[in-house]
């Protein structure tokens, strides 16, 4: 198919962001990727990493490739085509990078990713996942997304948030999501009488959430560590509570990226908004049209 033309909506980017370490950013990231592929095969999702963990490169690298180019040759270059690479589950990927020192050296302005992503042939969705910072890459990230998911697990998490939103050039675009709910035990110091006192401080302090949250899941915990390789919520944890909440994350974020007001309408008559609670396929139906850069 050829590369579709870049108008300023061609691409849209989702950024993870938390200052707050292992609140489930990375987790988040990469399985959102998978669910939203798995919504819409037609829509292209690239993943990157703005960490030095990899945990990007091991769960969607496919066993034999070769180290090549990396996140900072490519945004030292201005743009991600070469460095971008086909993974497991059909989400394309860029190779995180061991040198942050040099990615940083690209990152002298705000706006320097979201230029390199502009300026790659690319339409779609591009995910980025976020290092437990708020530091110069992060911002990037920050003012590179149309949307931003802040998760919160407990209060130091909600804390973060307040930073973020300060930083934030939109903070409209910024939406809390809780993660790590325990749902195992009411006395728990983690579970629901905590989620309901997070729930209750995001409301009283008026910040866009998601109505989903994720539960704290065993399972998911031993598809992240039982070898070096993360496997899937989607296709690993089928029949739980938190492939469930997966999906519906996935359709929330479908919509909560709805194209801002002043962008350019892709057709002339754009379909109605499908019913909050409508049929996910319609949305689907909807969401291609608005997106949908590549004239198919
Ligand atoms: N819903 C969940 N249920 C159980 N364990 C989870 C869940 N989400 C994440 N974890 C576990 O919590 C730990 C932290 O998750 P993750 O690495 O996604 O967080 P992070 O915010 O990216 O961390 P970091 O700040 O180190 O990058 C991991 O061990 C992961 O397996
Ligand atoms: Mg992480």
Same mark, same amino acid.
């Not at 860029?94 to 992503?117: I, K, Q, Y």
């Not at 009283?204 to 539960?215: I, N, Y």
């Given at each position: 198919?050829?590369?579709?033309?870049?108008?300023?909506?061609?691409?849209?980017?989702?950024?993870?962001?938390? +200052?707050?370490?292992?609140?489930?950013?990375?987790?988040?990231?990469?399985?959102?990727?998978?669910?939203?592929?798995?919504?819409?095969?037609?829509?292209?999702?690239?993943?990157?990493?703005?960490?030095?963990? =990899?945990?990007?490169?091991?769960?969607?690298?496919?066993?034999?490739?070769?180290?090549?180019?990396?996140?900072?040759?490519?945004?030292?270059?201005?743009?991600?085509?070469? #460095?971008?690479?086909?993974?497991?589950?059909?989400?394309?990927?860029?190779?995180?990078?061991?040198?942050?020192?040099?990615?940083?050296?690209?990152?002298?302005?705000?706006?320097?990713?979201?230029?390199?992503?502009?300026?790659?042939?690319?339409?779609?969705?591009?995910?980025?996942?976020?290092?437990?910072?708020?530091? =110069?890459?992060?911002?990037?990230?920050?003012?590179?997304?149309?949307?931003?998911?802040?998760?919160?697990?407990?209060?130091?998490?909600?804390?973060?948030?307040?930073?973020?939103?300060?930083?934030?050039?939109?903070?409209?675009?910024?939406?809390?999501?809780?993660?790590? #709910?325990?749902?195992?035990?009411?006395?728990?110091?983690?579970?629901?009488?905590?989620?309901?006192?997070?729930?209750?401080?995001?409301?009283?302090?008026?910040?866009?959430?998601?109505?989903?949250?994720?539960?704290?899941?065993?399972?998911?915990?031993?598809? +992240?560590?039982?070898?070096?390789?993360?496997?899937?919520?989607?296709?690993?944890?089928?029949?739980?509570?938190?492939?469930?909440?997966?999906?519906?994350?996935?359709?929330?974020?479908?919509?909560?990226?709805?194209?801002?007001?002043?962008?350019?309408?892709?057709?002339?008559?754009?379909?109605?908004?499908?019913?909050?609670?409508?049929?996910?396929?319609?949305?689907?139906?909807?969401?291609?049209?608005?997106?949908?850069?590549?004239? =198919?």
């Amino acid at each position: 198919m050829p590369s579709p033309s870049l108008a300023p909506d061609a691409i849209r980017v989702l950024a993870v962001i938390s +200052n707050k370490g292992g609140v489930g950013k990375t987790t988040v990231a990469t399985n959102l990727a998978i669910f939203l592929r798995a919504l819409d095969e037609d829509l292209p999702i690239l993943v990157l990493s703005t960490d030095d963990q =990899r945990v990007v490169d091991r769960m969607f690298g496919v066993t034999d490739a070769k180290p090549g180019r990396d996140l900072a040759d490519g945004w030292a270059r201005g743009r991600l085509d070469g #460095v971008i690479q086909t993974g497991q589950y059909g989400v394309d990927w860029v190779p995180s990078t061991g040198d942050l020192a040099a990615l940083r050296g690209s990152a002298e302005s705000p706006a320097a990713l979201r230029a390199c992503l502009e300026a790659t042939a690319r339409s779609g969705l591009v995910i980025v996942d976020t290092k437990s910072d708020l530091e =110069r890459l992060t911002v990037c990230a920050l003012h590179a997304a149309d949307l931003v998911i802040a998760p919160v697990a407990d209060h130091a998490s909600l804390l973060e948030v307040e930073k973020l939103l300060s930083l934030a050039p939109h903070p409209a675009r910024v939406r809390v999501l809780q993660t790590l #709910v325990d749902r195992r035990t009411r006395i728990s110091p983690s579970g629901p009488l905590l989620a309901r006192a997070l729930r209750d401080e995001i409301a009283r302090r008026g910040w866009r959430r998601f109505d989903v949250e994720l539960s704290r899941s065993p399972r998911l915990e031993l598809l +992240n560590s039982e070898s070096d390789r993360p496997r899937s919520v989607l296709h690993d944890a089928r029949g739980t509570a938190v492939h469930r909440e997966f999906r519906r994350l996935a359709v929330e974020v479908m919509r909560a990226l709805e194209p801002r007001e002043t962008a350019p309408p892709r057709v002339p008559a754009p379909p109605a908004r499908p019913a909050e609670r409508g049929d996910e396929r319609d949305l689907l139906r909807w969401f291609r049209t608005r997106y949908d850069a590549s004239g =198919r």
